[in-house]
C-alpha cells in the first residue's frame, strides 16, 4: 500500500524549503556584512537595513524547522491509519435481488463499519460497477469522514443493461489526511455476483398474448389417449372385444343398450434441449443487440413455454466445443 505526496504537500514542501535557503543566505549576507565591516568598509549607506533584514534569519529558520516537523509528523500519523486503519475497515455489500432479467432494477447497499480508534478524516469511497449497468438513481461514489467506531452506508439502484454474469467490485477506498497532504488507496476484494437473464419483454408480451386469447397458451401439446383409471376423462365408446372388461361403463352400457367403456386421456411431457451458437461470428450487430442477444431472447421464450407446460427442458452452449450443458429438467426453479 503507497502512500503518496499530494500536490498541496508540494507547494507546502517547497515553500518549506525555499524557507531553509532563505535563511542561510541571510546568514551569509550577515557574515559577508561583518567582514566587509572589519575590513573598514562601511556598507550601510548601500543597504541601511541590512542588518535589520539579516535579523530575522533565526526566525525564519525557526519557523522552517517547524514547518517541516509538522510534516513529519502528519505523515506518521496518516501511515499508521493507512496500516493499521484501512485493512481492518469491514465492509459488506447487500443486493436486492442477485438474479434479474435484462432492464430490469436492483438495489446496492454498501456498509463500511470503523473498528479502530482512529479518525479517518476523509475517506473517497467507490463501489466498482460494470459497464453493462447503468445506475439510475443515486452515485456508487461517496466522500465523508468516518469516525471511530462509526459507519457509513451508500445506496445505489442499477438497471441491467446486458446478460451474463456480472460481478460488482472490488471496492475502492482514497484515504486522504485532514491536511490534505497525503494520499493512499487500496482494492478491498469485496465482489458480488449478479446474474442477468435475457430480456423479459418477449415473456410479458406472451403472458399478456395468452390473457387476450382468454388463457390460450401458444405451443399447447396434442393429448394421447390412455385407457385405465387415475386419468382425465375424455369420452365413452363402444366396447370391443380387446377392451379389458374393467373399463365397461355398466350404468352408460344399461342406459344406452349396448356396452360402452370408458376412455381417458393424458398430456404428453416432451423433451426439449436449446442449442444456443456462442461462436465468435454471434457477436456481430449493435451492442447490446448483437446476434447472441437475439438467440439468448428466443431461448429464454422457449424454455418459458417449456416451464408453463411442466415440460422436460435444458440448454447446451457451444462453438468448436461445448462450452456448457444443462441436463433437462423441469419447474421454474430450473427456469431460474
Do not use: C
Not at 447487500?94 to 447497499?109: P, Y
Not at 367403456?261 to 450487430?285: A, F, L, P, Q
Not at 442477444?293 to 408453463?308: I, M, N, S, W
Amino acid at each position: 500500500m503507497k502512500i503518496r505526496i499530494t500536490n498541496v504537500a508540494g507547494v507546502y514542501l517547497l515553500i518549506t524549503f525555499f524557507g531553509f535557503f532563505f535563511a542561510l543566505s541571510l546568514y551569509q549576507l550577515k557574515y559577508l556584512l561583518s567582514f566587509l565591516m572589519a575590513s573598514g568598509i562601511d556598507v550601510r549607506f548601500l543597504f541601511p537595513r541590512a542588518l535589520d533584514i539579516v535579523s530575522f534569519a533565526p526566525w525564519l529558520l525557526i519557523f522552517s524547522g517547524i514547518l517541516l516537523f509538522a510534516f513529519v509528523l502528519s505523515y506518521l500519523r496518516f501511515s499508521m491509519q493507512v496500516r493499521v486503519t484501512l485493512p481492518r475497515l469491514e465492509i459488506t455489500r447487500t443486493i436486492s435481488n442477485s438474479k434479474i432479467f435484462q432492464g430490469e432494477l436492483t438495489s446496492v447497499r454498501v456498509r463500511i463499519y470503523n473498528p479502530t480508534l482512529f479518525d479517518l478524516d476523509r475517506v473517497i469511497l467507490t463501489d466498482m460497477v460494470p459497464d453493462t449497468f447503468d445506475i439510475v438513481f443515486g452515485e456508487n461514489h461517496i466522500e465523508v469522514n468516518i469516525p471511530a467506531g462509526g459507519e457509513i452506508e451508500l445506496a445505489y439502484i442499477l438497471r441491467a443493461a446486458a446478460r451474463g454474469v456480472h460481478m460488482i467490485g472490488p471496492v475502492n477506498i482514497m484515504l486522504i489526511d485532514k491536511s490534505y497532504f497525503f494520499a493512499a488507496t487500496v482494492e478491498m476484494p469485496v465482489l458480488s455476483e449478479i446474474r442477468v437473464f435475457p430480456s423479459y419483454r418477449d415473456i410479458k408480451r406472451l403472458e399478456m398474448t395468452q390473457k387476450m386469447m382468454g388463457g390460450f397458451l401458444p405451443g399447447q401439446h396434442t393429448m394421447f389417449k390412455i385407457k385405465g383409471s387415475g386419468y382425465d376423462f375424455h369420452q365413452l365408446r363402444q366396447f370391443y372385444h380387446s377392451d379389458p372388461l374393467k373399463l365397461i361403463d355398466w350404468k352408460a352400457s344399461a342406459r344406452l343398450g349396448k356396452l360402452m367403456v370408458r376412455e381417458y386421456h393424458g398430456e404428453r411431457v416432451i423433451k426439449i434441449y436449446i442449442v444456443i451458437d456462442t461462436s465468435y461470428t454471434m457477436g456481430y450487430g449493435y451492442r447490446r443487440f448483437t446476434k447472441l442477444d437475439f438467440a439468448t431472447r428466443a431461448g429464454a421464450l422457449v424454455a418459458y413455454l417449456a416451464q408453463k407446460l411442466q415440460d422436460f427442458f435444458g440448454v447446451m452452449l457451444f462453438s468448436s466445443i461445448v462450452h456448457n450443458f444443462v441436463k433437462a429438467g423441469r419447474g421454474r426453479g430450473h427456469f431460474m
